[in-house]
């Protein structure tokens, strides 16, 4: 696979320091990154540090004049090959799944019709919390690949899932991810392939 383009959407999360290493692993691959970095995401790592490792402007307004005379969040869309969101935010995973496009990085994911592959990280009791489940579950019945969380210990000081994935994890995801060929279809054939992912089924007819 070359030539690839990942859409890098950094959600606000102090997992956002293993960014840098992933955007490494997926440049490492000769694949391109154009990052999106949400206004959460810029108080834990910098738009500096992610475009030079980047090799690309980094993207974090839905109102740039410039842009969007060329409307720009659906060309970002359109040129990816995979949208990554990294960290997912319980905030982030809530947009998703109810639809919401506020700023950027949730009118990006509103308006690709491209595979999705999402790295939650938060705190524990927020991962557990029933809102965020059902959230999952909604995404996972879209058609939204999710790899993690792990457990561990916490920047919280608390234990348990909520981790981010490590950088290594997410390649190994996303190469797969993309491994699968065209990725999304319809609304209802996503909803369809969610529900049934992994099942056997037999058919059987009369005469």
């Not at 992933?22 to 738009?47: D, H, K, M, Q």
């Not at 490792?53 to 969007?68: M, Y």
């Amino acid at each position: 696979m070359t030539g690839k383009r990942i859409l890098l959407i950094i959600g606000g999360g102090i997992a956002a320091y293993k960014i840098p290493q992933l955007i490494r692993l997926i440049r490492g691959e000769g694949w391109t990154v154009s990052p999106v970095l949400t206004r959460a995401g810029a108080e834990f790592t910098t738009a500096m540090t992610i475009s030079v490792l980047a090799g690309e402007a980094v993207h974090d307004g839905l109102f740039d004049i410039a842009k969007e005379a060329e409307i720009g969040h659906i060309r970002l869309t359109r040129d990816a090959d995979l949208v990554v969101v990294a960290p997912a935010t319980a905030d982030l995973m809530a947009k998703m799944a109810q639809g919401l496009a506020d700023d950027l990085a949730s009118t990006l994911l509103l308006a690709s019709d491209k595979g999705v592959l999402v790295a939650p990280a938060m705190n524990v009791r927020m991962w557990n919390h029933p809102a965020t489940q059902r959230n999952l579950a909604v995404l996972r019945a879209d058609g939204v690949a999710v790899i993690g969380p792990d457990e561990g210990d916490m920047a919280c000081g608390e234990h348990g899932p909520g981790r981010m994935a490590e950088p290594e994890a997410i390649m190994a995801a996303i190469r797969a991810r993309l491994d699968t060929g065209p990725l999304l279809l319809e609304p209802q054939a996503q909803v369809a392939r969610g529900v049934l992912a992994g099942r056997h089924v037999i058919v059987t007819s009369g005469p």
